[in-house]
């Protein structure tokens, strides 16, 4: 699966948008690019996914470049439960079940 | 929907004892996860299951570790001994393979504590 780069953290004021960067310029043609979050003491969420086209959901929107090389998640009106680790995952879609591996992520801290 | 569920939510032991943790996974979905998460390594997958047969151990740290699903709405995940390396919040999460990309949903952890 493709690597992916993420900043370590960000601040984002409530009620703006949020707009979190994701790197994975090794990414394969087949793989999809996903995006969890975790809140404090909570299992991981998932918030969505995409392969090429654009996507959006009741929880955000996904921006992906025509290259494929870097998407964006944005997070349209940002809440303070909006705080949580985002993790951005580039994989492919296995028969035989496909794991998450998951880096670092960005810690997204919403403020008043 | 129940989601996934996990027992127990916190489990406190002491080094050499027997820990199980269990899960069950989200009605009709045919793959199960088992992750550990700790500060130092962060998220990591150890188990998963398609039709309740394990595909993919290779994260399991050691032989103190196993894990079953007898059926399709039930897994454990079983430590014996534990040590105190062994703390972490334990996850199980379920998907249906087959249906689009296969999202996980995670059920909410259960925090091991090894004295």
């Known amino acids: 699966d493709a690597k992916t780069t993420q900043p370590t953290s960000m601040d984002c004021a409530e009620g703006r948008a949020a707009n979190l960067p994701c790197n994975h310029s090794?990414?394969?043609?087949?793989?999809?690019v996903y995006w969890y979050r975790q809140i404090h003491s909570q299992g991981p969420q998932y918030i969505i996914h995409?392969?090429?086209n654009n996507e959006t959901n009741e929880m955000a929107s996904l921006i992906i470049t025509e290259d494929r090389k870097s998407s964006t998640l944005i997070l349209p009106h940002a809440t303070l439960r909006d705080t949580a680790v985002y993790y951005c995952?580039?994989?492919?879609?296995?028969?035989?079940?496909?794991?998450?591996?998951f880096g670092g992520g960005t810690r997204v801290l919403v403020k008043p | 929907d129940a989601g996934v569920i996990q027992s127990p939510r916190h489990e406190v032991t002491e080094m050499g004892q027997e820990v199980t943790l269990r899960c069950k996974p989200i009605?009709?979905?045919?793959?199960l996860f088992w992750y550990r998460q700790t500060m130092m390594r962060g998220l990591e997958l150890l188990i998963y299951?398609?039709?309740?047969?394990?595909?993919?151990d290779s994260g399991m740290p050691e032989d103190r570790f196993s894990a079953k699903m007898p059926n399709a709405s039930f897994s454990t995940l079983k430590i014996q001994p534990s040590e105190p390396r062994d703390s972490a919040v334990y996850f199980c999460?379920?998907?249906?393979?087959?249906?689009?990309?296969?999202?996980?949903?995670f059920g909410p952890g259960t925090r091991l504590t090894v004295l």
């Open positions: 999460a379920s998907s249906l393979l087959g249906q689009g990309a296969d999202t996980q949903y």
């Open positions: 299951f398609n039709n309740n047969v394990p595909i993919d």
């Open positions: 995409g392969l090429k």
């Open positions: 009605s009709g979905h045919n793959s």
């Open positions: 995952i580039v994989r492919v879609h296995r028969a035989a079940g496909n794991k998450l591996t």
């Open positions: 090794t990414i394969s043609g087949n793989e999809y």
